[in-house]
Antibody, heavy 120, light 110 residues
Framework: EVQLVESGGGLVQPGGSLRLSCVAS????????MSWVRQAPGKGLEWVAS????????YYVDSVRGRFTISRDNAAYSLSLQINSLRAEDTAMYYC?????????????WGQGTLVTVSS | QSALTQPPSASGSPGQSVTISCTGT?????????VSWYQQHPGKAPKVMIY???KRPSGVPDRFFGSKSGNTASLTVSGLQAEDEADYYC??????????FGTGTKVTVL
């Protein structure tokens, strides 16, 4: 059974940093593109970042480029998101998502999310 | 990249059909056959219902039908059931490894 379990969220002050993690199981992690998608409270979904199977390509939404860094450790079946210079508008549930086999455009499995709250 | 436009709400009685629209531009919906639809129940993670405009993943009932015309994609849910009550989001590839989601539609089963 495919599972994605996120952790690392919490309450952080504006300008602060957090590192989110997603541990995968039930599939060959290194064979899939992976992504982070976020959802602000009561709002819609927003794609944040994606990373290629071997970590050699990374892509970001404009609003986080330069502040967020996506990375992966295929040996540890782990996906990470380093988030720096946090702003109030970064407050959201952050989901780890797996791209469908052979795809870089849609997701077939999602984790349950980890909540990041940016507030003083 | 602006969010795709969806109606805030849609509703239907059990057994009826409901159609949700998702309007973008020629740079996203209209430019690629890479529209997907996600169902999200309150407090839960999204679940893919349709990918590549009209393909259903295994396990998704054939009551869910996706289509596209020009810059607008649509999701039709026929034979509405109580468990279909949820938020639905469209998503489209937008070029240069970017994705854009829709604003979301709350489907209510009356």
């Amino acid at each position: 059974e495919v599972q994605l379990v996120e952790s690392g969220g919490g309450l952080v002050q504006p300008g602060g940093s957090l590192r989110l993690s997603c541990v995968a199981s039930g599939f060959t992690f290194g064979s899939y593109w992976m992504s982070w998608v976020r959802q602000a409270p009561g709002k819609g979904l927003e794609w944040v970042a994606s990373i290629k199977q071997d970590g050699t390509e990374e892509y970001y939404v404009d609003s986080v480029r330069g502040r967020f860094t996506i990375s992966r450790d295929n040996a540890a079946y782990s996906l990470s998101l380093q988030i720096n210079s946090l702003r109030a508008e970064d407050t959201a549930m952050y989901y780890c998502a797996r791209y469908r086999t052979g795809s870089t455009v849609d997701f077939d499995y999602w984790g349950q999310g980890t909540l990041v709250t940016v507030s003083s | 990249q602006s969010a795709l436009t969806q109606p805030p709400s849609a509703s239907g009685s059990p057994g009826q059909s409901v159609t949700i629209s998702c309007t973008g531009t020629s740079s996203d919906v209209g430019g690629y056959n890479y529209v997907s639809w996600y169902q999200q129940h309150p407090g839960k993670a999204p679940k893919v219902m349709i990918y590549e405009v009209s393909k259903r993943p295994s396990g998704v009932p054939d009551r869910f039908f996706g289509s596209k015309s020009g810059n607008t994609a649509s999701l039709t849910v026929s034979g509405l059931q109580a468990e279909d009550e949820a938020d639905y989001y469209c998503s489209s590839y937008a070029g240069s490894n970017n994705h854009v989601f829709g604003t979301g539609t709350k489907v209510t089963v009356l």
